[in-house]
């Protein structure tokens, strides 16, 4: 069952609402007499926050889920104070996160962005290999692919959330640099690619690596950011001295692997 929440981690959110629901109302039922209604709905939705956020950390969903648990009760209370607000601004802001965060739900994969320091020793590390070709899988914005490409080098990137494509594509057109295409990172032919970046998080990694080691020509290298793949050693981890700690993993493809 845990797995199943894992896999589709929407199901282990809604869960967690639906199960903290009822002891919230045993805990708040007995105060309605005592506390003003106002005063009591907030420390109900605070308590709703607090027990979902806790029963999505129990389930082992990602900690991005029990922000998400803990702040949809507020929200979803606040709209119901405010009165007779018109619909339309709740469906377009759904709308918006659904075409902005879509790969969170069904990937497991949220919108994490390299930073320019990352950028650049990505840049420098095409250059002391002398790798031609560069592909971002989950490549968000595009800010590595526009910094990577050009000096011979060809840089590429694929996103599937649909907000986040045209974003990264407007941006690559006004730069006139690297190629965005919008696509699943499942489906991209990777072996002519000299250099393959990912930024993802950690569920994807085991099968991303069976799909680069497999499909990859002997030579070319993976890195992925902060999250390695479970057991396989890396040939090497870079600390960079950034803001954030970031670490790069480095698998050579074709390289016997060890662990």
């Keep these: 069952m845990l797995a199943l929440f894992r896999k589709t981690p929407i199901l282990g959110a809604l869960l967690a609402q639906v199960v903290a629901l009822p002891v919230v109302a045993a805990v708040t039922g007995p105060l309605s007499t005592s506390v003003e209604r106002?005063?009591?709905?907030?420390?109900?939705?605070?308590?709703?926050?607090?027990?979902?956020?806790?029963?999505?950390?129990?389930?082992?969903?990602?900690?991005?889920?029990?922000?998400?648990?803990?702040?949809?009760?507020?929200?979803?209370?606040?709209?119901?104070?405010?009165?007779?607000?018109?619909?339309?601004?709740?469906?377009?802001?759904?709308?918006?996160?659904?075409?902005?965060?879509?790969?969170?739900?069904?990937?497991?994969?949220?919108?994490?962005?390299?930073?320019?320091?990352?950028?650049?020793?990505?840049?420098?590390?095409?250059?002391?290999?002398?790798?031609?070709?560069?592909?971002?899988?989950?490549?968000?914005?595009?800010?590595?692919?526009?910094?990577?490409?050009?000096?011979?080098?060809?840089?590429?990137?694929?996103?599937?959330?649909?907000?986040?494509?045209?974003?990264?594509?407007?941006?690559?057109a006004v730069n006139g640099k690297g190629k965005i295409r919008r696509g699943d990172l499942w489906r991209t032919d990777v072996s002519g690619e000299d250099l393959v970046y990912a930024f993802l998080s950690p569920a994807p990694m085991a099968g991303l690596w069976q799909k680069l080691s497999a499909e990859m020509k002997p030579g070319s290298l993976f890195v992925s950011n902060s999250f390695p793949v479970p057991d396989v050693d890396p040939d090497e981890i870079w600390e960079l001295s950034d803001a954030r700690k970031t670490r790069l993993f480095l698998y050579p493809i074709g390289k016997a692997e060890a662990g």
């Design 38 to 172: 106002v005063p009591l709905i907030g420390i109900a939705l605070l308590l709703q926050g607090l027990i979902a956020a806790g029963i999505t950390g129990a389930l082992g969903l990602a900690r991005w889920w029990l922000l998400i648990a803990f702040l949809f009760p507020l929200a979803l209370g606040s709209a119901m104070l405010l009165g007779n607000l018109p619909a339309w601004p709740f469906g377009i802001a759904f709308l918006l996160l659904a075409l902005v965060f879509s790969n969170t739900t069904r990937g497991r994969v949220p919108l994490y962005l390299t930073n320019p320091e990352t950028a650049s020793v990505l840049k420098d590390l095409m250059r002391d290999r002398k790798a031609a070709r560069m592909l971002d899988l989950g490549c968000g914005l595009g800010g590595v692919v526009r910094a990577l490409d050009g000096e011979g080098r060809q840089a590429r990137g694929v996103e599937n959330a649909p907000a986040v494509y045209l974003a990264a594509r407007l941006l690559s």
